[in-house]
T-cell receptor
Framework: RKEVEQDPGPFNVPEGATVAFNCTYSNSASQSFFWYRQDCRKEPKLLMS???SGNEDGRFTAQLNRASQYISLLIRDSKLSDSATYLC????????FGKGTTLSVSS | GAGVSQSPSNKVTEKGKDVELRCDPI?????LYWYRQSLGQGLEFLIY????????KSGLPSDRFSAERTGGSVSTLTIQRTQQEDSAVYLC????????????????FGQGTRLTVV
């Protein structure tokens, strides 16, 4: 089993839609989690940290379910500029990235 | 500079040659990571340095790959006898680190080195 797994997508949604991504992790000892965003041919950049029961930042909400070992990212009112690949990260002795979920928002 | 700097930005090399990739982390960051990203794929962990501790080399794909970090700052990733399957973008990242398992600070990435083995 891979350490961090994500549905690769792509998710194709219209502007204004709500979209959710899930991520599962295998290391039950992982304490910290992140969502990174990666634009095409660019480096990944931090979108959100995910602690304890989750957190919200504007249109973005991240949730953590330790019992089931998954993390989710909810994007409300999608914008064209949200089109990117979203990478789930679990922290062990290093940052372990999932393969990413691709989102395409169209007008 | 203020960010993570990697050089070269692009490297084309012949199969069988050795290459060195360089990473200058953000000043003061004790943690440094190398990842590899093949076209359309996710980030593959290669190696992790934390302060003066022994590096975590568990992600290195073969003994052709090695990395060092001098003086707790600049790091070089060396690939010996390059193969075509080594072609990828090699990304370096650095972060402040609280130590141990609790890496709860943001990792900043460089723009990567695009390696092409022909």
């Amino acid at each position: 089993r891979k350490e961090v797994e994500q549905d690769p997508g792509p998710f194709n949604v219209p502007e204004g839609a709500t979209v959710a991504f899930n991520c599962t992790y295998s290391n039950s000892a992982s304490q910290s989690f992140f969502w990174y965003r990666q634009d095409c041919r660019k480096e990944p950049k931090l979108l959100m940290s995910v602690y304890s029961s989750g957190n919200e930042d504007g249109r973005f909400t991240a949730q953590l379910n330790r019992a089931s070992q998954y993390i989710s990212l909810l994007i409300r009112d999608s914008k064209l500029s949200d089109s990117a690949t979203y990478l789930c990260v679990a922290v062990g002795t290093a940052l372990i990235f999932g393969k990413g979920t691709t989102l395409s928002v169209s007008s | 500079g203020a960010g993570v700097s990697q050089s070269p930005s692009n490297k084309v090399t012949e199969k069988g040659k050795d290459v060195e990739l360089r990473c200058d982390p953000i000043s003061g960051h004790t943690a440094l990571y190398w990842y590899r990203q093949s076209l359309g794929q996710g980030l593959e962990f290669l190696i992790y340095f934390q302060g003066n501790s022994a590096p975590d080399k568990s992600g290195l794909p073969s003994d052709r790959f090695s990395a060092e970090r001098t003086g707790g700052s600049v790091s070089t990733l060396t690939i010996q006898r390059t193969q075509q399957e080594d072609s990828a973008v090699y990304l370096c990242a650095s972060s402040l680190n609280s130590g141990g398992w609790l890496l709860n600070t943001e990792a900043f990435f460089g723009q990567g080195t695009r390696l092409t083995v022909v």
